[in-house]
């Protein structure tokens, strides 16, 4: 219970005439005394809170950036109308900044026996599940001057998922894969391509394409035609350990490693190839397997958006160790990870060839334009200097990517913005040198 803002405003006006006309006791009675009872009285005419049956329903899950309506339906079972304020409380990153008092907080009108809706629209800055916290109701009396208040438990989960940016890519990719594949160009012969059909010869062919037995049935030369690999098995697996909570502009390298993984899952399911996704430091913090082309994506972004990173350092023998247990078959394995010296030379490069013997590998890292427009700096004694910085960053970074190279291994580095096509772009490649 609590004295409202008018309560208070009444007894201070009451205390004018009180300090003019009788300074005493009788004069402080005379003018709370009656203002004591009517408080009493809005006190029990306000309907209770413990009795309101409170529930909850709407969205379940939205991307980040994007908003989620979540609706509080309040059910009055008393005889007395109910006016209230009622907030609706969250984590503080399920608003904007500065937003929370505005979309949190609710006035409402309940009639004796009836229910009303509100709708709390929660905005996320963060990926993950954002559970509601108690809904507080403070019931006014009909006069204003008192009211009751008293907090409910209502569950509810709403899931925030990676926001996928890099999904405006995937028509320019696709219209590629479909070269590639052969649906907006001739149909082409390369090796480790699979055989697609058979067609008659046209002068200009290469007569190595030709099928002799093929030929011998018929009265016309015939000879085959290829397309890209199908059915084959991607891993893509997210190094979540201290090096992936480092923060590129206004995100975690993680974010910007998980939309990379997105488009190319995308892009891989739209090819016919199984893809699957492991995220490892020094354990297995979420892994998605079996899926169908379909369910894929879906299953992709839902396991995504409760990883954080992990400030530990990563088992590099574990990662890949689990990465090859989780990929029996000869598959394209595709590690976001680190460029840093210390933690490839000392816990990825020794470990390396378990991944490569049996399996094509593709490193994919962020890189961060602040070090570029540091490469480029200069006009000052302190720019030079930072320059001269970002140069020898850059050429440690290239370093160990061509020891990686040297074992086999595709190299992608990357800014955020151009870490999705780029990877997509890499795959691409691959699949048309028939080297998955």
């Known amino acids: 219970m609590a004295l409202t803002g008018r309560a208070a405003l009444l ?72 006016r209230a304020d009622v907030r609706d409380a969250w984590p503080p990153s399920s ?15 309940v009639p004796a026996g009836e229910r009303r809706r509100l709708t709390t629209r929660l ?20 006069l204003g001057l008192f009211s009751r208040q008293g907090s409910h438990r209502v569950p509810w989960s709403v899931r925030v998922l990676p926001p996928f940016t890099s999904r405006k890519h995937l028509p320019s990719k696709l219209a590629r894969l479909r070269e590639l594949d052969g649906r907006t160009s001739v149909l082409i012969r390369g ?34 035609t290829w397309r890209p690999e199908r059915d084959r098995h ?4 997210l190094d979540t350990g201290r090096t992936s909570a480092g923060r590129v502009g206004d995100a975690p390298r993680l974010d910007a490693s998980m939309d990379a993984a997105l488009l190319l899952a995308a892009l891989a399911s739209r090819a016919g190839d199984r893809v699957a996704l492991l995220a490892y430091d020094r354990r297995v913090r979420a892994l998605v397997q079996g899926r169908s082309a379909g369910d894929v994506l879906p299953s992709l972004v839902d396991a995504m958006a409760t990883l954080e990173p992990e400030l530990v350092e990563t088992d590099a023998r ?15 394995v595709v590690l ?18 378990q991944l490569t013997k049996r399996h094509t590998v593709l490193v994919a890292s962020v890189a961060d334009p602040h070090i570029a427009r540091m490469a480029a700096a200069r006009g000052t004694t302190e720019a030079v200097y930072e320059a001269a910085a970002a140069a020898q960053a850059e050429n440690e970074r290239e370093r160990t990517a061509e020891q990686l190279r040297r074992h086999g291994v595709t190299v992608v580095d990357a800014t955020p913005e151009k870490l999705a096509p780029a990877v997509a772009d890499a795959y691409l490649a691959l699949k048309a040198a028939g080297r998955l």
């Not at 608003?95 to 008092?101: A, D, F, K, N, R």
């Open 191 to 224: 090796e480790g391509t699979e055989f697609d059909s058979l067609r008659e010869y046209i002068p200009g062919d290469d007569t190595r394409s030709i099928d002799w037995r093929a030929t011998a049935r018929h009265s016309a030369v015939a000879v085959r």
């Open 11 to 82: 007894t201070a006006l009451g205390s004018i005439p009180v300090g003019i006309l009788d300074p005493g006791w009788t004069g402080i009675l005379a003018v709370n005394g009656p203002l004591a009872l009517a408080c009493a009285c809005d006190f029990a005419l306000a309907a209770p809170v413990r009795r309101l049956v409170l529930s909850r329903s709407g969205d379940t899950s939205t991307r980040l950036g994007e908003t989620a309506d979540v609706t509080l339906t309040i059910t009055n079972p008393t005889g007395r109308p109910l």
């Open 336 to 353: 976001f990870t680190t460029l840093d010296a210390a933690p490839v030379e000392q816990g990825l490069l020794p470990a390396l060839p």
């Open 318 to 332: 574990g990662l890949t160790a689990t990465a090859v247990r989780t990929a029996p078959r000869r598959s394209l």
């Open 234 to 237: 991607i891993l893509l697996v």
């Open 123 to 142: 905005r996320p800055t963060r990926r993950g599940d954002r559970q509601a916290d108690r809904v507080t109701v403070r019931s006014y009396g009909p």
């Open 95 to 109: 608003w904007q900044p500065g937003s929370e008092v505005e979309a949190s907080r609710h006035r409402v009108t």
